[in-house]
């Protein structure tokens, strides 16, 4: 079974979280590399996360968001 084509909200909900990832992720004065370190990614993905690129597990939002020791708004406010 293959996977479904993004609507354009969806592409656009992806993006604004990369940003937010992003955003934590400078505040907290880290690398792409020391993130991806510290949640077990490579630092590709990182990118591609940051990028909005790519569609995510909720199971690596949750390993985002402790790493970054941010709350759950902060990465998905748009």
């Known amino acids: 079974m ?5 609507n ?3 592409a656009a ?3 604004h979280f990369g940003s937010n ?3 934590e ?9 020391k993130l991806a370190e510290l949640v077990d990614l490579n630092i590709r993905t990182i ?3 940051e990028a909005g690129h790519v ?3 909720l199971t690596t939002v949750l390993r985002l968001q402790k790493a970054l020791d941010c709350s ?3 990465l998905m406010e748009k």
């Open 55 to 57: 569609n995510i597990l």
């Open 21 to 23: 990832v992003r955003r």
């Open 13 to 15: 909900q992806l993006k």
């Open 2 to 6: 293959g996977r479904m084509p993004l």
């Open 8 to 10: 354009s909200k969806q």
């Open 72 to 74: 759950w708004e902060s």
């Open 47 to 49: 990118q591609k996360i």
């Open 25 to 33: 992720r400078m505040a907290k004065g880290l690398t792409q590399e």
